[in-house]
């Protein structure tokens, strides 16, 4: 599954997309919990102490804020969905 990361998130990861190779019928939280453990670092810019998703962090899919979807970050994942993974942006 492809994931594109965004700003900060990717000199952490070493580029713009990772491929992740997964199963079918992974939810959106066992997808970040992958990610954080191939890219270390990246826990402590994506989730807070209890292992939750940050409020100010997004995970798209299909363009849509995973905790915003039906089932949240327990949504299901399929080979075709789009992933975008956002850090906290502030700008002027």
Do not use: C, S, W
């Amino acid at each position: 599954m492809i994931v594109n990361f965004y700003a900060t998130l990717r000199p952490i990861v070493g580029g713009k997309t990772i491929d992740f190779e997964l199963d079918e019928g992974i939810t959106v939280a066992q997808l970040v919990e992958i990610m954080v453990t191939r890219y270390p670092p990246l826990r402590e810019q994506l989730l807070d102490e209890h292992g939750n998703l940050y409020a100010h962090v997004h995970v798209f899919v299909n363009g849509r804020d995973a905790p915003a979807l039906t089932h949240g970050m327990q949504t299901v994942l399929t080979h075709n969905d789009k992933l975008d993974v956002f850090p906290a942006v502030a700008g002027g």
